[in-house]
């Protein structure tokens, strides 16, 4: 394993929560998580690949939606626990619920509201 | 525990990843962990307040430091696992190595390079 993955402070299960940002918005898209693996191949594809916690297994993010996420840069915190990527997103698409990104629930007395459109149908992303 | 909290999908030990962003300036300051007391206290206090995996306690932001995020809003994710957080960073320094950030290294040819000042000697924030 090269030095630089050596120096990522794996979990227990061998996986550190990644962090995709938008890197022309800002937007935090999603977090997933990666092992070593996935984060070497999201270097050498320069696209982002996860580790799927529920499926166990790699994930190539976009290989069924297409809604791919190139990659702009990769970071790590201080304490060499989480990875943070920057990343173009193809089709504008980071969530599975067709809209641009997870995070589209924000806490307002005491709910959490949706205030983000679905721009496209699931049920026509994975056909 | 109100509805809103009980919505979010607790890890085995009662814990999610919580992301912290800078309202203004959209940069990713730090991801920490927040169990649902730590979550609550944030909204109350408004301000960020984490769990302390290190020191199994809850750790009040900026309790030493100053450093104290001012919540600007909470969004949770698709899963409901993940807390993405807006908050206003006083003092420009979320990281305790004095800089804007924990995430100050930059993968570039195979290597972490760091490319974020030292705003403030660590010896002096926590004296």
Same mark, same amino acid.
């Given at each position: ?61 976009? $290989? ?8 702009? $840069? ?54």
């Amino acid at each position: 394993m090269p030095g630089w993955l050596q120096q990522i402070k794996w979990d227990d299960k061998g996986l550190v929560p990644a962090i995709t940002q938008d890197a022309k918005s800002g937007k935090v898209l999603m977090m997933a998580w990666m092992n070593a693996e996935a984060l070497q191949l999201t270097l050498d594809n320069q696209r982002a690949v996860y580790w799927s916690r529920s499926r166990q297994k790699l994930w190539f993010k976009g $290989e069924e939606s297409g809604h791919v996420q190139k990659l702009v $840069e990769i970071r790590v915190d201080c304490d060499a626990d989480v990875i943070l990527l920057q990343v173009e997103q193809i089709g504008g698409i980071a969530c599975h619920t067709g809209r641009r990104r997870c995070f589209y629930r924000l806490l307002k007395d005491g709910q959490w509201y949706e205030d983000e459109q679905v721009i496209k149908n699931p049920a026509e992303i994975y056909q």
